[in-house]
């Protein structure tokens, strides 16, 4: 079953749950607190993982803004063009994915802002040549498998778990790929993503 | 310049120059002694902190614009939720604590811990790591911070 399906059954148990003997306080009454932990660690904790899940959504949507900023740019050789807009269907997946994950917890997604708004925070107007373009998708890229990792800890069930790892795995071989289009070195100490 | 037609010899590349990096690497690395927990919080090592920062929470975040998360330039001596054109988790809206080095550690150690229900789910388990990004903050921060 898939990340979502599984969301969904879940979602669909809470709900249930409701109208049954078995609530979480029928079942602390039954089992005690021991009883509810285990509840709580079985259905996972929706409403924190919803927030971190729009937090990742609203990084997706600036990483998908700058590939398109960075193609329409001008400053990009055909090729790397088309390599980006390859990039940002990854992070429209990654996006997609993580929308269905929240929406089946209960939750409503993380809109959008304008290209614009993204132009400027990611100061967008300082980029002069394809080198200053490839540097900053690296940091971004860098960052967001460090980011995907650093979150892995602070979600409540292993499908998700391994939704965010298999997104780190993305960012970290586009991380590569641009860190080798720059020339970087290889980094020469293994375990470079996450802490 | 990158040739994205030449995978093979790029890939062939990076095998060379990692055979190279490899033994020198090895070879030239000191022998350090890693200081005492509570001895390296106290102590962060901003510039290693502005390398973490641009890696780790590079991200999310920056000194000077509201991204995902929130600009950081001044944080220290902040009351928490404050920037005032971005837009927090209610649950870091009901706070009051203001941000120094013992909230901003708690924080980065696990911020669900500290706010349960905020947004943020990255967490940095080095002491070290997290005494270093501090550091960086503390030093692009006003001068009468805590």
């Known amino acids: 079953m898939s990340v979502v399906g599984k969301d969904l059954q879940m979602r669909r148990q809470l709900v249930r ?14 089992l005690g607190a021991r009883g509810a932990a285990l509840a709580q660690k079985r259905t996972g904790n929706a409403g924190q993982d919803v927030g971190v899940l729009n937090a990742a959504i609203a ?55 304008s290209d614009a708004e993204y132009a400027t925070a990611l100061n967008a107007a300082a980029l002069k040549n394809q080198t200053d373009v490839l540097r900053l998708a690296l940091k971004l890229e860098r960052g967001a498998a460090n980011a995907y990792l650093g979150l892995i800890p602070s979600l409540a069930t292993a499908d998700r778990h391994q939704l965010v790892a298999r997104m780190a795995g993305d960012e970290a071989f586009h991380a590569a790929i641009l860190g080798n289009a720059l020339g970087d070195p290889i980094p020469t100490d293994g375990l470079m993503f996450g802490a | 310049m990158w040739r994205p037609h030449s995978c093979g010899a790029a890939v062939a590349g990076m095998v060379v120059a990692l055979l190279l990096q490899a033994i020198p690497a090895a070879a030239q690395s000191p022998v350090r002694t890693p200081p005492s927990a509570a001895a390296a919080a106290a102590a962060g090592d901003a510039t290693r902190g ?59 150690e696990n911020p669900g811990a500290l706010v349960p229900g905020t947004t943020m789910g990255f967490r940095v388990s080095s002491a070290q790591d997290r005494a270093d990004i501090i550091a960086y903050l503390r030093d692009h921060s006003a001068p009468s911070s805590p």
Not at chain 1, 17 to 30: D, E, F, K, R, Y
């Open chain 1, 17 to 30: 749950g409701s109208a049954t003997v078995l609530t979480a306080a029928g079942i602390t009454a039954l």
């Open chain 2, 50 to 108: 502005e390398q973490l920062y641009q890696s780790r929470c590079g991200a999310c975040h920056s000194l000077d614009a509201n991204r995902v998360g929130p600009r950081h330039r001044n944080v220290f001596g902040r009351r928490v939720a404050a920037v005032p054109d971005f837009h927090y988790s209610a649950a870091l809206r009901k706070r009051t604590f203001t941000w120094d080095a013992a909230t901003l550690d708690r924080w980065l």
């Open chain 1, 59 to 113: 990084l997706e949507h600036e990483g998908i803004a700058a590939y398109t900023i960075a193609a329409g740019s001008g400053l990009l050789q055909p090729a790397v063009v088309k390599i980006g807009v390859t990039f940002r269907g990854h992070h429209q997946r990654h996006r997609d994915e993580l929308i269905k994950v929240v929406t089946a917890l209960g939750g409503k997604p993380a809109a959008a802002k």
